[in-house]
């Protein structure tokens, strides 16, 4: 020991105890960590936002909305991998929250009115590849909620009701009712979320901007990790764990 010489990136040491006579050189570089790339996708035939989405990538399904300034939309379109094809409009146009497949869609609540009107919804439409059907009304409508899971097993939290207040409601949907579910710590709306009722993720939101990342297990909620940056009007995708 005692013979180091040189820089972090360019160094040697030689020689150390019992008379060793080798020398060893060392070189390193900083690792870089390269994100994800992104790639373009086939463009939607009809440009809107805060519908309700559900699906994979190559079987995706976009459901309602609204575009700009506020013109409200029913149309469902599909998504392959490639393109966007039309498919039957849900009977109500309206944004909203989504859940499900692309052979098993689910939109519920939304509005198709400025915040505060009479038209925060309370219905639920349910997609089977081809056609809408009516399905379970939420008991409390409300509008810019999180929602994810499946047609039989989605969950509606939170979101703000027609008198534009943010709320703490929770409502679970089993393919035909809602029931009332245990409440958000906070009234929030907004975010985005993933998972299924029984492993829930909902994370950022509107009321005001938030960071905060909640986790449910259908009995109650904990705080996961914070968003590195506080933001709404999220779109969220996967598991609770993913």
């Given at each position: 020991?005692?013979?180091?010489?040189?820089?972090?990136?360019?160094?040697?040491?030689?020689?150390?105890?019992s008379?060793?006579?080798?020398?060893?050189?060392?070189?390193?570089?900083?690792?870089?960590?390269t994100?994800?790339?992104?790639?373009?996708?086939?463009?939607?035939?009809?440009?809107?936002?805060?519908g309700?989405?559900?699906?994979?990538?190559?079987?995706?399904?976009?459901?309602?909305?609204?575009?700009?300034?506020?013109?409200?939309?029913?149309?469902?379109?599909?998504y392959?991998?490639?393109?966007?094809a039309?498919?039957?409009?849900?009977?109500?146009?309206?944004?909203a929250?989504?859940?499900?497949?692309?052979?098993?869609?689910?939109?519920?609540?939304?509005?198709?009115?400025?915040?505060?009107?009479?038209?925060?919804?309370?219905?639920?439409?349910?997609?089977?590849?081809?056609?809408?059907?009516?399905?379970?009304?939420?008991?409390?409508?409300?509008?810019?909620?999180?929602?994810?899971?499946?047609?039989?097993?989605?969950?509606?939290?939170?979101?703000i009701?027609?008198?534009?207040?943010?709320?703490?409601?929770?409502?679970d949907?089993?393919?035909?009712?809602?029931?009332?579910?245990?409440?958000?710590?906070?009234?929030?709306?907004?975010?985005?979320?993933?998972?299924?009722?029984?492993?829930?993720?909902?994370?950022?939101?509107?009321?005001?901007?938030?960071?905060?990342?909640?986790?449910?297990?259908?009995?109650?909620?904990?705080?996961?990790?914070?968003?590195?940056?506080?933001?709404?009007?999220?779109?969220?995708?996967?598991s609770?764990?993913?």
């Amino acid at each position: 020991g005692n013979s180091p010489s040189g820089t972090k990136t360019d160094a040697y040491f030689s020689g150390g105890q019992s008379g060793v006579l080798l020398t060893e050189e060392f070189n390193t570089s900083a690792n870089v960590i390269t994100a994800a790339a992104w790639s373009s996708g086939g463009n939607l035939n009809t440009a809107r936002e805060m519908g309700g989405v559900a699906g994979t990538t190559p079987a995706g399904i976009y459901m309602a909305g609204k575009t700009y300034p506020n013109t409200y939309r029913n149309e469902t379109e599909e998504y392959n991998g490639t393109s966007w094809a039309e498919q039957n409009n849900v009977s109500t146009a309206r944004t909203a929250a989504g859940a499900g497949t692309q052979t098993a869609g689910l939109i519920f609540g939304g509005t198709n009115g400025a915040p505060g009107s009479t038209g925060v919804q309370s219905a639920t439409e349910e997609y089977d590849g081809s056609s809408w059907t009516n399905g379970g009304s939420l008991s409390a409508a409300r509008l810019n909620m999180y929602g994810a899971g499946l047609q039989t097993a989605a969950f509606g939290a939170g979101g703000i009701i027609s008198t534009n207040a943010a709320v703490t409601t929770v409502e679970d949907y089993n393919g035909s009712t809602w029931t009332s579910g245990t409440a958000m710590p906070a009234a929030q709306q907004g975010g985005g979320s993933a998972g299924l009722p029984s492993a829930r993720l909902v994370f950022g939101g509107y009321s005001p901007y938030s960071a905060v990342t909640l986790e449910g297990d259908g009995e109650g909620w904990t705080a996961g990790g914070n968003m590195n940056q506080a933001r709404g009007i999220l779109a969220g995708f996967g598991s609770q764990t993913d």
